[in-house]
């Protein structure tokens, strides 16, 4: 039996071991791609285009917070699909499934990004408002403190992890965490609703980020009349896990 990934307690237990890292999916040689290089995967009149390293937006390290994908889905099934998060998931070789996020719950799940002009970043957890000083696990010298263990302010309960270089504050210099999602994110998402038969919509998910030990995923998209609710096939693309 499946059973769906808790982000969560995902994050805290990375976080704690100081192991997430960027991570992207790569086509199988054996995958259909189109030209550019994006798998694709068709059934029941509906394509399905999916690229697992096109993000290029704010903030740059998304992939060490999140799995992105963008995706394009064109229909031609003669019939009204539903487009929903809900209905997209990845599979790990776990048999986890990481779920795709609708931009807000990001928000809602406390997950923040660590940017600047630095040449570097960190993820964090934390949720609220206020400063705070506490401390937690980091594999660098983070904030006041050094080694495993360090401490300095925040912003927010949570758990902060790697600081980065920063040219005037010095190296793993501490800011307050971007909260997520950005506009970026939010004007680059893929819109829900429905799309009717010879339309195309383009835009990116997020998924539950995919750990270092899945050595491949599948996306798997459920196929749903949006007049009926029925569900009318599956798309399914798998990937290789790259860190």
């Not at 600081?163 to 970026?184: K, V």
């Not at 995923?217 to 798309?235: I, N, P, Y």
């Given at each position: 039996?499946r059973?769906?990934?808790s ?17 992207t999916l ?51 099934s003669?019939r ?23 931009p807000?719950e990001?928000r ?8 600047g002009?630095?040449?570097?970043g960190?993820v964090?957890?934390?949720?609220g408002i206020g400063?705070?000083?506490g ?15 360090g401490w ?35 004007r680059?998402s893929l819109p829900?609703g ?8 383009t835009g ?5 980020n ?8 599948t996306?798997?998209a459920s196929?749903?009349d949006a007049r009926t609710?029925?569900q009318?096939g ?10």
């Amino acid at each position: 039996m499946r059973t769906r990934a808790s982000w969560p307690v995902l994050a805290a237990l990375l976080l704690a071991a100081g192991c997430v890292s960027q991570t992207t999916l790569q086509p199988l040689p054996t995958t259909p791609t189109t030209q550019a290089g994006s798998a694709v995967s068709e059934a029941e009149g509906v394509r399905l285009v999916a690229d697992g390293d096109a993000w290029r937006g704010t903030p740059s390290n998304l992939e060490n917070i999140v799995t992105p994908v963008q995706v394009r889905i064109e229909n031609q099934s003669g019939r009204a699909l539903r487009i929903d998060y809900d209905h997209f998931v990845l599979v790990g070789a776990s048999r986890f499934e990481y779920a795709a996020l609708a931009p807000f719950e990001l928000r809602e799940e406390g997950l923040s990004a660590v940017g600047g002009s630095g040449g570097g970043g960190s993820v964090a957890l934390g949720v609220g408002i206020g400063s705070w000083w506490g401390w937690g696990p980091s594999p660098f010298r983070s904030g006041y403190g050094w080694g495993r263990w360090g401490w300095g302010p925040g912003w927010g309960p949570g758990w902060y992890g790697p600081g980065w270089y920063d040219p005037f504050y010095g190296p793993y210099a501490w800011r307050p965490p971007e909260p997520l999602p950005t506009r970026d994110m939010v004007r680059r998402s893929l819109p829900e609703g429905t799309l009717e038969t010879g339309g195309t919509v383009t835009g990116f998910l997020y998924f539950q980020n995919v750990s270092e030990r899945e050595g491949h995923v599948t996306l798997q998209a459920s196929l749903v009349d949006a007049r009926t609710g029925e569900q009318f096939g599956t798309l399914s693309i798998p990937f290789v896990v790259r860190s």
